[in-house]
């Protein structure tokens, strides 16, 4: 299972934020990626840096027959095209597409990709909509399911939502 993490904050060249995930979610569906199950949009409190405005995020499960390394530069291409600019750390942004697992790889920290996405069990806002779509995934080095790592974040295991 390839598991793909949406991000917008930002209006950009297809529109407000919830309108740009949309699109990202119909472009993870065309060429080398077919889209097999995305979840809810929700609207979470920003990571990291807290002056900004809230994100609209999905998870999406794909397909291809890309590599992951392939499968990244395709993600960074979808989000070029929705105006995407790396000017700064958990900044404000378009849109962000995150390689979450690629089939429960597993590769070092000097990697590219990272794979499980280092940050995946600290983050509501990916283990919530993951559990919509994927709830008897498991972390590939800690082996605990998404339900259990959305738990150890919130005890009611219901995720942080604006």
């Known amino acids: 299972m390839i598991v793909v993490a949406l991000g917008s904050n930002r209006a950009g060249p ?77 900044g404000p942004r378009t849109l962000d597409l995150d390689l979450i697992d690629y089939d429960g790889r597993v590769t070092g920290p ?16 990916v283990l919530k909509p993951l559990a919509e779509i994927a709830p008897n995934w498991r972390h590939p080095v800690s082996r605990l399911g998404v339900k259990a790592l959305l738990k150890r974040l919130d005890p009611q295991g219901e995720g942080a939502e604006l």
Request: glycine letters at 6%; aromatic letters at 6%; proline letters at 10%.
């Open 110 to 125: 000097l990697a590219r990709p990272r794979l499980p996405h280092p940050g995946v069990a600290e983050r509501i806002f």
């Open 14 to 90: 297809w529109g407000n934020p919830g309108k740009t995930v949309e699109h990202a979610l119909a472009e993870l569906n065309r060429g080398p990626l077919r889209l097999v199950r995305a979840s809810r949009l929700l609207v979470t409190a920003p990571f990291g840096r807290v002056n900004q405005a809230p994100f609209v995020n999905a998870v999406a499960i794909v397909q291809s027959h890309l590599p992951p390394q392939a499968l990244l530069h395709r993600l960074h291409a979808i989000e070029h095209q929705a105006g995407r600019r790396r000017a700064m750390r958990w």
